[in-house]
């Protein structure tokens, strides 16, 4: 391409670089969540951490500092998915409203229960560079007769959620400390039952920034130190940047999620991983 070679790296890592700094993330004890295409759990250290191999971090915007990711390829791109294949009625409504189909989906499952009464979905819906080999497929598991459209969605928000929780966990044991609270940030973060899931699938205060496409507030938070408008990025930080809304966990749902992560999320892949692989050869 006559491109040479360490470019596209460079520019992911001005682009995640500047959506973290925008969120607000300067330490690693504030994990960030980006609910976007690619939906990415990342950190912000001083410590050069592999976080696994041919993983690297990326450098961060502040000089001496590092920015850890774990992404989610299919991420986000699922609620996507969701509104092609079912989400007509959505679209439709949106055209005559003139609001975004995304924002009808949180009504669509206001009334569905945490854990989507036992409909439990694996958002691979291509082989994950961290989680998967590359036979990983997507999975959905315990349909009955019970189940609706709404309560797939539920369980697509809920599935995003649980892969992101697997990222912290291999996050937060590379850096040796739990996360004592999320920023989340992208498109994604506009919905508040995703932003609420998330809060009680952690466990942890979830901080929203007033503007959710943080990478633009990040960019203009590096030109306005770059200019001498702020004597750093603290200051910068705190001067150009706002939490929105803060959303606790639900101590009920919080119990909910952490049995359905432990007993049935965290072992379907591995189950179910021969079965990956012989539907692989079938189908190619």
């Known amino acids: 391409t006559g491109i040479p070679e360490g470019i596209p790296v460079i520019a992911a890592s001005c682009d995640k670089s500047c959506e973290v700094l925008g969120a607000g993330c300067l330490s690693s004890e504030v994990g960030c969540l980006s609910f976007g295409t690619c939906a990415t759990v990342n950190a912000v250290t001083t410590r050069k951490v592999d976080l696994l191999p041919y993983l690297p971090p990326y450098p ?7 920015v850890t990711e774990i992404p989610i390829d299919r991420g986000f791109w699922m609620v996507s998915w969701f509104l092609e294949e079912f989400g007509l009625k959505e679209r439709m409504q949106a055209q005559q409203l003139d609001v975004s189909p995304e924002s009808l989906l949180d009504d669509l499952i206001k009334d569905i229960p945490p854990g989507s009464n036992g409909l439990m979905l694996q958002p691979y819906w291509s082989p994950d560079r961290v989680y998967c080999d590359e036979y990983g497929k997507g999975t959905i598991i315990g349909f009955s007769d019970t189940h609706t459209r709404a309560h797939l969605y539920r369980a697509t928000l809920e599935g995003l959620i649980y892969a992101l929780k697997d990222g912290a966990k291999i996050t937060t044991d590379k850096l040796k400390h739990p996360f004592q609270k999320l920023r989340v940030s992208g ?11 998330a809060a009680d699938v952690f466990g942890l205060t979830v ?6 496409e943080t990478s633009v507030l990040g960019a203009a938070i590096i030109a306005a130190v770059g200019l001498g408008y702020y004597p750093d ?3 910068a930080v705190q001067g150009m940047s706002r939490i929105s809304r803060t959303i606790q966990p639900d101590p009920k749902n919080q119990e909910l999620y ?20 012989v539907l692989d050869r079938i189908a190619r």
């Open 60 to 66: 961060a915007a502040m000089p001496g500092h590092f």
């Open 187 to 197: 498109g994604g973060a506009q919905s508040k039952m995703a932003v609420q899931i």
């Open 207 to 212: 901080e929203c920034p007033s503007v959710s």
């Open 233 to 235: 990025y603290t200051a």
């Open 258 to 277: 952490a049995e359905l992560y432990q007993q049935v999320y965290r072992k379907i892949y591995q189950q179910n991983k021969p079965i990956y692989r």
